[in-house]
């Protein structure tokens, strides 16, 4: 019944934007911290961006800073990443992820319970 489905990756030019919708259903998202996380051909996982369970305030990965903005809306029980000014580097399969992690492990991947199939985001000329 736990559920998170990705949608809205797809080919850009690089400078480009794309938005991700991650959506949920069976759980409650307001109740978890939520994140996405990214992982290139032969890369491993890295981590993209994080939002605590009320708190408005993004943490973001340096390569994600000034460019990427994670927010929720809790009406649609919904998660996006905005991404601008894309780089061939941000070139990934991301996905989308709910847990209840310890702020300082927010950025990890194992703290997350739950996860999405993965949307591909190519960026490219």
């Known amino acids: 019944q736990v559920q998170l489905v990705e949608s809205g990756g797809g080919l850009v030019q690089p400078g480009g934007s794309l938005r991700l919708s991650c959506a949920a259903s069976g759980f409650t998202l307001d109740e978890y911290a939520i994140g996405w996380f990214r992982q290139a051909p032969g890369g491993e996982r890295e981590f993209v961006a994080a939002l605590r369970p009320t708190n408005s305030n993004g943490l973001y990965a340096d390569s994600a800073k000034g460019r990427f903005t994670i927010s929720r809306d809790r009406a649609k029980s919904t998660l996006y990443l905005q991404m601008n000014t894309l780089k061939p580097e941000d070139t990934a399969l991301y996905y989308c992820?709910?847990?209840?992690?310890?702020?300082?492990?927010?950025?990890?991947?194992?703290?997350?319970?739950?996860w999405g199939q993965g949307t591909q985001v190519t960026v490219s000329s």
């Open positions: 992820a709910a847990g209840r992690p310890i702020t300082s492990t927010l950025h990890q991947g194992r703290s997350y319970y739950y």
